[in-house]
Structures are given as C-alpha cells and as structure tokens.
C-alpha cells in the first residue's frame, strides 16, 4: 500500500504566501513524477495542472502560477513541496497531490492521489 499524505493548507490573504507539503509512504521502488493539481471550488470535477517535477529534477508549471510558485523535491524522504508566493483569490482551490510511483514488486509505475487540502486566498 502506498499513500500521499499533505500538509500545509489553509487560509492566506491576497498577496501573502503558504507553503504544501506531501510525503508519500509505503512500499515505494521508485517514484518518478511528483506534483500538484488543484480543483477550484464551481468547477466541474476537473483538476488542473499547477506544477510537477521529476526525479532528475526537471519541472513544469501552468502558466498562471509561473514566477508565483515554486515545486521543490526531496527524493531521499519522498517528499514533494509546493512554495506558493504572491497569493491570488483564483488560486482557491483544493491541492491534490500527485505521484507516479513503482510498488514494491510491481513492473510499473501507476498514479497516485493524495486527499487533497484546502487552500483559501481571502481578506
């Protein structure tokens, strides 16, 4: 079994910053890609890209977070980070975390959600 566990949302005024966390735990052979989606609150169940990196540290952003936010990795604790600065209300939404990772065991690699955590951007 393996699961992602976040940490680190909440509630930020415009303009301010907060910073998630996601730790995947289990029987892990490796992981590849590691990042972060997020689904804004009206919008039809569809999450949206916010930022990945892979284990040779190569990373993508969607262009509305590009320059604001910045995804970090630390391999050796399977941890992902999600910096997010300059805090804007469209950027409420609940974060999913998200890794492509080979089991112990298995051949492939497959995806895996965390359970997402909120984060509000309010004055």
């Known amino acids: 079994q393996v699961q992602l566990v976040e940490s680190g949302g909440g509630l930020v005024q415009p303009g301010g910053s907060l910073r998630l966390s996601c730790a995947a735990s289990?029987?892990?052979?490796?992981?590849?890609?590691m990042g972060w989606f997020r689904q804004a609150p009206g919008k039809r169940a569809q999450r949206e890209l916010v930022a990945t990196t892979t284990s040779g540290g190569s990373t993508n952003y969607a262009g509305s977070v590009k320059g604001r936010f910045t995804v970090s990795r630390d391999n050796a604790k399977n941890t992902v980070y999600l910096q997010m600065s300059s805090l804007k209300a469209e950027d409420t939404a609940v974060y999913y975390c998200y890794a492509y990772i080979r089991r112990v065991g298995a051949l492939q690699h497959v995806d895996v959600w965390g359970q997402g955590t909120q984060v509000t951007v309010s004055s």
């Open positions: 289990g029987s892990i052979f490796s992981i590849n890609t």
